[in-house]
């Protein structure tokens, strides 16, 4: 295998790539143990916070939700009585005392249960929105009793694209197609014209059917519907998914207008089966499999147009590759994202090459120091050992510190390496993630 790093071709900045799902859980009298302290170290630059109504460390079913604060849909709007926002502001608190920005989806987690209460319909689209101004009041300009938090992203609804309008289990919007439109048509309009400053966007598109992407920009674009961004979710075994739909998303947007609408995944992991394979899916999540998908992801990532990712779940669950379940121990997945923030901190990417089942992202400072992240990573077993051979073009730094984390190791420093005539030799196999960092 091949990798080659030419640090004088400048790539643009590297994105933040190492995003999640999801705060941190602080410890308590009732609890073993929580997870503040090496979600802080990992330097998140980013929580979606879907779904943390699952979780019964954040609040449950009393948190984030707008059904959750806003309990009442027939109350006024406009009287803070009516608006129940405890546990949401401590989760909120949580996030940026750990140094992690809030990216708000306003809506309701995923309800697959057969009655539905937060994934229906709004009785009164622009009552909602109301009641959605006032949740960024609160936590934006100190409405209620609230804060002055620096929360940009403001996210509409939650995969509104998962079912066809027939199918009777509709557990994100149990809505038509159409009324989704007229729907997200009349929240952005306000939210943006209320908050012209932030970053309105959605609707964290499911990919479940390509069409609906088409009738949703086409929709948007002949209504003036503003979109500063536009979230979507893959899962899949191969990275090179993600980068065809990324251009091809991108296409769209700037075709329908949208050009200066970022590109944003706002969910994705890996996913082998969702249906009888679902058990073997979360064991490979949660083992070096999953870590080594998640670096390839991240590295083809940074060089096409996407403009953020955020890893599907840091929340306490079967898909987090983060922390484990039960104790909050780390995982592999910790060690990929928590180093990567090394790369990220350097700011500046340059060009790489990647090899037939070799990926590899590189950065840069402005005084030369540099970090490379590869992943070997092929969905199929191969156990046998190879030689990675690493060119790096244009430095004058003789020796590199190299991390790995693999099968047996979560972050092993292996110590210096020589760099000879510009190049490096290091034995790696499949599922491996190394961290090559500059050392003067």
């Avoid at 943390?52 to 609040?59: L, N, R, W």
């Avoid at 020796?399 to 790995?404: A, D, E, N, Q, S």
Wanted: hydrophobic letters at 35%; aromatic letters at 14%; charged letters at 25%.
């Amino acid at each position: 295998m091949n990798i080659k790093v030419d640090l004088l071709k400048d790539c643009g900045k590297i994105k933040p790539l190492h995003a999640v799902n999801n705060g941190p859980v602080r410890p308590r009298s009732d609890m073993v143990s929580g997870n503040f302290a090496d979600y802080k170290a990992a330097r998140f630059p980013y929580e979606r916070n879907h779904d943390a109504s699952y979780c019964a460390g954040y609040g449950g079913e009393h948190v984030v939700d707008v059904h959750a604060i806003f309990t009442n849909f027939d109350a006024d709007e406009n009287d803070p009585a009516n608006y129940d926002f405890f546990l949401t502001d401590i989760h909120v608190k949580n996030s940026f005392d750990a140094g992690t920005k809030v990216f708000y989806r306003l809506g309701s987690k995923i309800e697959h249960w057969q009655k539905k209460y937060g994934t229906l319909p709004p009785k009164d689209f622009a009552k909602w929105a109301r009641i959605c101004e006032h949740i960024i009041m609160h936590y934006t300009q100190g409405w209620a009793d609230g804060f002055f938090y620096d929360i940009e992203y403001w996210e509409i609804w939650n995969e509104p694209d998962g079912k066809l309008d027939d199918d009777p289990h509709k557990p994100t919007w149990g809505g038509t197609k159409a009324e989704f439109f007229d729907f997200f048509t009349v929240a952005a309009k306000y939210l943006k014209s209320r908050f012209p400053h932030l970053k309105i966007g959605g609707p964290a598109m499911a990919f479940r059917y390509y069409d609906w992407l088409d009738e949703f920009l086409a929709h948007l674009s002949a209504n003036n519907v503003p979109l500063d961004f536009f979230s979507w979710h893959v899962y899949n075994t191969y990275p090179e998914i993600t980068e065809e739909l990324a251009v091809m998303i991108r296409e769209k947007l700037d075709k329908a207008g949208y050009k200066n609408a970022e590109s944003i995944i706002d969910e994705w992991n890996y996913v082998h089966d969702w249906g009888d394979g679902w058990t073997e899916t979360i064991r490979r999540i949660n083992c070096i499999h999953g870590a080594a998908y998640a670096a390839s992801v991240m590295c083809v990532s940074q060089y096409v147009p996407i403009d953020m990712l955020m890893y599907y779940d840091a929340r306490p669950c079967t898909m987090n590759g983060l922390f484990n379940f039960y104790g909050y121990k780390k995982q592999k997945t910790y060690y990929v994202l928590s180093n990567f923030s090394k790369l990220y901190e350097l700011s500046g990417c340059v060009e790489c090459t990647r090899d037939d089942g070799a990926y590899a992202i590189a950065a840069k400072n402005e005084k030369g120091d540099f970090g490379i992240m590869i992943s070997v990573y092929k969905d199929a077993p191969s156990p046998e050992e190879k030689t990675l051979t690493l060119e790096i073009k244009d430095t004058d730094v003789a020796k590199v510190r190299v991390l790995r984390i693999d099968e047996e190791n979560d972050e092993k420093d292996e110590g210096l390496f020589d760099i000879v005539n510009g190049k490096l030799d290091i034995t790696v196999k499949n599922h491996t993630v190394l961290f090559v960092l500059s050392e003067r």
